[in-house]
DNA sequence: GTCGCTGCAAAGTCTTTGCAGAGAG
DNA sequence: CTCTCTGCAAAGACTTTGCAGCGAC
């Protein structure tokens, strides 16, 4: 039988934030403050963000910061080079980000508001991996997609 | 038990022709050599073309034409709006553009290579309707890719 | 003839890059 | 101290728009 769900958290912040931090000692990279507050903001989101909202939202929480859109779009592909973060590209122009850490979720996107909801269904999940065997395709990642209209819109 | 295919086309290019006309002289819209051509080249491309490749493709097949880029992205707008054909958008930067009056199917995408194969199975189609159903979501369209290595690139 | 379409070039978006100074280790 | 990171502004890549002439109907 088909299961389906919301996607709840599975990760403490902290747990994310010693990964990200040993991910960077590992690279001989720096923890700096506006990484900490850019993985902070995309934790603390329910939302599925671009560059220019993310970079928006840490404006008015962390005036004092000025960080600047090129240290959010260097940010988040470093993050998602490291599968930290995840990228959704769909219709007309930029892509939205979402904490990778989650459980795996597709996805359901709303075309008049934009909104976007998540859902799993382990039974598609297993097709994939079928399909995929009988082409001699080795999957790496997957992204599904339902574009329409959700409850709130139809009316 | 599911069915996985390699999409065929199924629509005459003639068929679609007339359709495209009757559709711009129901708008009172105006068909053009450049539609036509533009069309045409996709029809008879097995790719999923960008709008910069289609336009070089044009280029290279008609030079006497000249065909602006902004011609070509104005008639990829329309066609797309009128559901002739579908765009793709993932990854990078850009979108590609096929023919939607195909059968539907999802996409494999190569992440080495960039090459796509199509590929079609009604056990997800139909679960993928049961699932908005639960919603309360309402499908207008959806997509699916998977990521990773085609059968050339993991040699 | 009319009115939409086209090519060209200019203007827009969104994203990336170069650089000098700031800051983490 | 060293070497990476940051903000800023400039540069890029991709797409859209304004306009005058062209061409479908």
Redesign the pocket.
């Known amino acids: 039988m088909s299961q389906q769900s919301f996607t709840s958290r599975t990760i403490e912040y902290d747990t994310l934030l010693e990964e990200f ?1 040993a991910l ?2 590992k690279n ?8 900490e507050i850019i993985l902070e903001t995309l934790y603390n989101s329910d939302e599925h963000l ?3 909202a993310l970079h928006q939202l840490i404006q008015k929480e962390h005036p004092e ?7 959010i ?3 988040l ?1 470093r993050l998602e080079e490291s599968d930290i973060v995840t990228s959704l590209s769909f219709g ?4 939205k980000y979402e904490l990778g850490a989650k459980d795996h979720h597709d996805h359901m996107i709303c075309t008049e508001c934009g909104d976007i909801t998540e859902f799993l269904d382990d039974e598609i999940e297993r097709l994939q991996e079928l399909i995929a065997k009988d082409f001699g395709f080795k999957i790496k990642d997957h992204s599904m997609q339902l574009y329409g209209l959700c409850k709130t819109c139809q009316e």
């Open positions: 931090k960077l000692k001989g990279e720096k923890f700096t403050i506006q990484r671009t560059p220019e910061l000025k960080t600047g859109i090129a240290t779009y260097r940010t592909s007309a122009q930029g892509k």
